[in-house]
């Protein structure tokens, strides 16, 4: 693809603090590379803003690499820009045309409240996974990996569950703000190999009791979550959540 | 894990509706079903029986009272997950990410149930309840239902209620049908496509059924 440059207009979401009420503001970014990540091109208006003595824009970013989950930005109304199977880091500014206009705002969320401009506490996430995302092994000597015979298309279903990367995009996509889509694919991850079962019916009814308490909404089945996720996690263990929950809410002892 | 948890889980919740909403799918295959009779092109007869055995007879009854605690449940739990959900984004976006993630109507499970609701209010006072309360509520003598439906569906306004009532059905299923599957734990690919295929089928298929009888009978197309 030939490189070119432009010039853009971006509104961007600005809010001192968690209690502010925040608000847009518009800024110009001059000559800007098609080769650039948008992250970079938001280092690039952020060095501006510092020259001008301005604050800079608060954004989460980490590995840039497509794989850490840290960097969010719903982007001209989509969680990570308009690529499919992408994450903010990995979307180029070779998406975008001269002169157009890009809108950036926080993910939008009771459960995730926005510490700073575009950055949100998704600390949330990790008392969900606290709560049971997790497999109880006793110390000792590690145990030889193939005495513990695993069908195939199991590991590749957990193996595709556990590509989440924790981002919150289905939340951020999703009406409800349910947060179904990244319990589901914890949940599924740990259902699906021999060294989950054990601990099964008390990890789904304790992570769905979490994710309820942090004030996440229910799943509609409305599927913007699978639509926007940069790791296309599928729907489908939504539907294998809602069979753990209601066989352990069935088989429970009291 | 009691059942008061499971219950007021957000899961548990939305297995209510799952649960709630296969019962008044099964609901409407009956319904449908005896309605049809009206094209039997016998004045009434074959329809009226099918409305008398449903009517006069203590095991429909009972099952009656099921059917609208069915229907209470399914109503009263989707409005206040509606108001549960919404009030999960306090802040809304500037853009909204709308059909480029999902489709309108599975977002707008809410708003069609609710005009399925005021359309049924009026559906139950055409026919239910003048049938009912001329029974005394009990076993007495029916009205002739037949006759009740062409006097109702010779009004043009109605018709169109009705068929607007029915158009909002078929959305609320086209997303209901294989979403309350989901629900219920159906997540093998091979039992979600077929499950997929016969929901779009039905919310087509039974819906136009419903419309056409008042159609049939408001431009006589039944004798």
Known sequence: ???????????????????????????????????????????????QLIRDGQDPIAFDHDCREGICGMCSL??????????????????????????????????????FPVVKDLVVDRSAFDRIIQAGGFISVNTGNAVDGNSLPINKDAADAAFAAAM?????????????????????????????????????????????????KEGFGACTNTGACEAACPKEISIANIARLNKEYLFASITAEK | MTWKQVFTSSVGKKLVMGFTGI???????????????????????????????????????????????????????????????????????????????????????????????????????????????HQGFLLGEEINLYTTMKDVFSNILVVIVYVFGCISLGYHLAHGFQSAFKTLGIHNKRWHKSISAVGLAFSIIVPLLFAMMPLSFYFGWIN
């Open chain 2, 23 to 133: 019962f008044l799918i099964l609901f409407l295959i009956v319904h449908v079903g005896l309605n049809a009779c009206i094209w039997a092109n016998d004045g009434g007869e074959m329809f009226n029986k099918g409305a008398h055995f449903m009517g006069a007879n203590w095991v429909p009854r009972i099952l009656e009272i099921g059917l609208f605690a069915g229907l209470l449940l399914h109503i009263i739990q989707g409005l206040l997950l509606v108001f549960y959900n919404r009030s999960k984004r306090t802040v809304g976006y500037a853009i909204n990410y709308g059909n480029r993630g999902s489709k309108w109507y599975s977002r707008s499970m809410g708003l069609l149930g609710t005009i399925i609701l005021l359309f049924l209010i009026l559906h139950l006072a055409n026919f239910w309840l003048p049938n009912r309360s």
């Open chain 1, 1 to 47: 693809m030939q490189h070119y440059n432009m010039n853009l207009t971006l509104k961007v979401w600005r809010q001192k603090n968690k209690e502010d009420k925040g608000g847009f503001q518009n800024y110009q970014v001059k000559d800007i590379s098609s080769e650039m990540s948008f992250l970079e091109m938001l280092d690039v208006l952020n060095e």
């Open chain 1, 74 to 111: 719903y982007i001209n109304g989509k969680p990570h820009g308009d690529w499919k199977a992408n994450t903010t880091c990995q979307l180029h500014m070779r998406a975008f045309k001269d002169g157009e206009t890009i809108v950036i705002e926080p993910w939008r969320a009771g459960a």
């Open chain 1, 164 to 212: 989440c990367i924790g981002c919150g995009a289905c939340v951020a996509a999703c009406k409800n703000a349910s947060a179904m889509l990244f319990l589901s694919a914890k949940v599924s991850h740990l259902a699906l190999l021999p060294q989950g079962d054990p601990e099964r019916k008390s990890r789904v009814f304790n992570m769905v009791a979490q994710m309820d």
